[in-house]
């Protein structure tokens, strides 16, 4: 999997797994922070992430401009670095409750900025060391092991948020409860009919709470959450601190790729390195990527509702506690000891491995194997989380499918019958379409959130959580049959001199998925739980259909 390939990648690997670890920390809680500290509905804090995403998405862009005309790959990343890291220590300062938005929103614009800066342009930057011939046929494998790297990032980012999140509580003699947010909100403002529901909740945090000081409570407690939010946010200021390190201090391994066609064509050792195209077939590159960028826009627009829509379903309709076997898919110590524990199985019991190989395979096997049982004997009956873990599901798969499917695309490809990138971004749509089909099935017979008034829903009509896992695993398989390929096709079809500028157009094409995620947040509120999922799976379904309908069209652009 990692043989053959060139060093600069694991500088790139590293640096964006630091990145994305804050990114992610920040992303897992952000509607979360929202509605707690603003009292916003659904609706409203759907939007605002929506605009930032959107945002974050759409500067590459820029970034990618930036790049190609003036400053070059590595200077314009290490500057969006620096912007970034500005951004999320903005987002970190706390300020009193129901206060501070302007900070806030000022705080999403500079990371939007940042991100903009930074994210396309390290993937043209990786694309570059694969215009060597000797690396080119490792490039759709190259992308895919780029993305593990992000993907290792955020699975850290839910459990890092929810444990900062909860020892800011613990420290204030609090815990964290689902229901409380709504219910404080609503007492304040006057529109709490049963106000018991609150005091109830309020008492099992502290028993002395009355009627008398209820509001103080309220206010207390949204305060504290709002704080602990802010604390998690300063993850990320961290994480970006080790990416910088990683990036400027090696910089030697990836030298020979940061250069743009503008400066191939100002350097006399390296004019005769620049790709000249017809204005026909720069024409022909722009329009199959321009029509790929319609597709997956709708694959976004499904994929972050998990920050979304997909955080409301956990936190509202989902258990809030789980048994000890289940906590294994919760607590990521345990699960990447099972994780770790079954790769060396694989290894011990390789057919073709080496003595060595099986020896520290079957050493693996039982350190972590050991380490998962005691850790599984250390957990209580029953186990509560916060609604921000499941996000910890799909990095977690990626992480574990990757190998899978590069080893499952390495066997296609050498029987001849590999699919092409634009074919598995088409398979991808349609295994989206399938991940919220499940989410249809399981919302059959559950009250709307209008009927339950954007509250937690009873426990009757609380579902399992191997809904949403499901949700998840599909959707991740779906994930690395699209994106990395898509990235990867980006890379091979765009033309020279727009690089950087086609790699923004990928991301403008998420930007405009994650505009349209505030659509889907709007509706929370307005359909049937079943119909808000089912509006996805057929804007999925219709997307494969286009795709698949101008596959011959993007198959022969990409050939040549």
């Not at 627009?301 to 906590?327: C, I, P």
């Not at 699960?335 to 003595?355: A, E, H, N, Y």
């Not at 009509?461 to 096709?489: D, N």
């Amino acid at each position: 999997m990692f043989k053959g390939h060139p060093k600069g990648l694991y500088v790139a690997f590293f640096a964006n797994m630091g990145e994305r670890f804050g990114f992610y920390t920040m992303i897992s809680i952000f509607v979360l922070f929202l509605q707690a500290k603003y009292g916003m509905s659904p609706g409203q804090s759907s939007f605002i992430y929506a605009t930032f995403m959107f945002f974050v998405y759409f500067f590459p862009l820029l970034g990618g401009f930036l790049a190609d005309r003036f400053l070059g790959y590595g200077r314009t990343i290490s500057i969006g670095m620096v912007v970034m890291f500005a951004g999320y220590l903005l987002l970190a300062l706390p300020t009193r409750f129901q206060t501070g938005l302007a900070l806030v929103i000022t705080a999403l614009a500079v990371i939007s900025l940042g991100t903009g800066l930074f994210k396309g342009n390290l993937q043209a930057l990786v694309g570059n060391l694969y215009d060597d011939p000797k690396y080119s046929q490792l490039r759709d494998r190259a992308f895919t092991i780029f993305y593990m790297g992000i993907n290792i990032g955020a699975m850290f980012a839910p459990s890092a948020s929810e444990a900062i999140s909860n020892f800011i509580l613990k420290k204030n003699s609090f815990f964290y409860d689902a229901r409380i947010p709504a219910l404080a909100h609503d007492f304040l403002s006057g529109q709490l009919a049963d106000v018991n529901q609150l005091l109830g909740l309020a008492q099992m945090q502290d028993p002395s709470i009355t009627l008398a000081n209820l509001g103080q409570f309220a206010e207390t407690y949204l305060g504290t959450l709002g704080r602990s939010y802010h604390f998690g946010f300063g993850a990320a200021c961290i994480s970006l601190i080790i990416s910088m390190a990683i990036f400027w201090g090696l910089r030697k391994y990836y030298k020979q790729a940061d250069v743009t066609e503008r400066q191939k064509e100002k350097s006399e050792e390296l004019k005769s390195q620049v790709v000249e195209l017809t204005a026909q077939e720069t024409k022909e590159r722009l329009v199959a990527l321009g029509l790929v960028f319609l597709v997956v826009i709708f694959f976004w627009m499904a994929f972050h509702q998990s920050a979304v829509t997909l955080t409301f379903f956990a936190r509202d309709y989902t258990v809030k506690e789980v048994g000890k076997l289940t906590n294994l898919w919760f607590d990521l110590g345990g699960l990447l000891c099972v994780f770790l524990s079954i790769i060396g199985l694989v290894f011990l019991l390789r057919k073709k491995g080496s003595k060595a190989s099986k020896i520290s395979g079957g050493l693996l096997f039982i350190v972590f194997a050991v380490l998962a049982y005691l850790r599984y004997q250390g957990y209580p009956a029953v186990s509560p989380f916060q609604p921000q873990r499941f996000q910890h599901f799909n990095p977690f798969f990626i992480v574990a499918l990757s190998p899978l499917i590069i080893a499952l695309f390495t066997y296609l490809n050498k029987i001849g019958k590999e699919p092409s990138a634009p074919r598995k971004i088409g398979i991808g749509m349609l295994l989206t379409a399938a991940a919220f089909s499940i989410l249809v099935i399981a919302s059959i017979g559950l009250p709307s959130p209008s009927e339950l008034g954007g509250r937690v829903a009873p426990p009757e009509h609380l579902v399992s959580v191997y809904w949403l896992i499901s949700t998840y695993f599909l959707l991740t398989i779906a994930e690395l049959f699209l994106s990395p390929m898509g990235i990867s096709f980006v890379s091979r079809v765009a033309p020279p001199k727009y690089k950087g500028l086609m790699q923004g157009g990928w991301f403008a094409a998420t930007a405009v998925g994650n505009y349209l995620v505030a659509v889907v947040g709007y509706l929370w509120m307005k359909v049937p739980l079943w119909g808000l999922w089912l509006i996805l799976v057929v804007a999925c379904l219709l997307s494969a259909a286009f795709m698949f309908s101008i596959m011959k069209r993007l198959e022969k652009v990409a050939a040549n």
